[in-house]
């Protein structure tokens, strides 16, 4: 059964960091795309960064230089650091795999990332 649990979440002061982790259950994350999304109160859920099974790298632009998003296949874990965090960063962070034998999305259940001004 595929599953991916986010953890890392919580309250920061805005310059601060935090790092989430994505743990992969039930496939190989080496097999995957592996996604970061994020969604504010009120607003549809945006994709922050992608990475490939290659290890390919994309952000979207208002995280460029900030957000790092890694992978340890050997611990079957996807990461997103995130560093100088500004209170618009506010959302509920979801991990998202693309499996590709499967043809199809898999989401976590999300996890909350708060950034005090």
């Known amino acids: 059964q595929v599953q991916l649990v986010e953890s890392g979440g919580g309250l920061v002061q805005a310059g601060g960091s935090l790092r989430l982790s994505c743990a992969a259950s039930?496939?190989?994350?080496?097999?995957?795309?592996m996604s970061w999304y994020r969604q504010a109160p009120g607003k549809q859920r945006e994709l922050d960064a992608q990475?490939?099974?290659?290890?390919?790298?994309n952000y979207v632009d208002s995280v460029k230089g900030r957000f790092t998003i890694s992978r340890d296949n050997a611990k079957n874990t996807a990461y997103l650091q995130m560093n100088s965090l500004k209170p618009e960063d506010t959302a509920v962070y979801y991990c998202?795999?693309?499996?590709?034998?499967?043809?199809?999305?898999?989401w976590g259940q999300g996890t909350q990332v708060t950034v005090s001004s």
């Open positions: 039930g496939f190989f994350l080496s097999t995957s795309a």
């Open positions: 990475i490939t099974s290659g290890g390919s790298t």
């Open positions: 998202k795999a693309y499996i590709t034998y499967r043809a199809r999305d898999y």
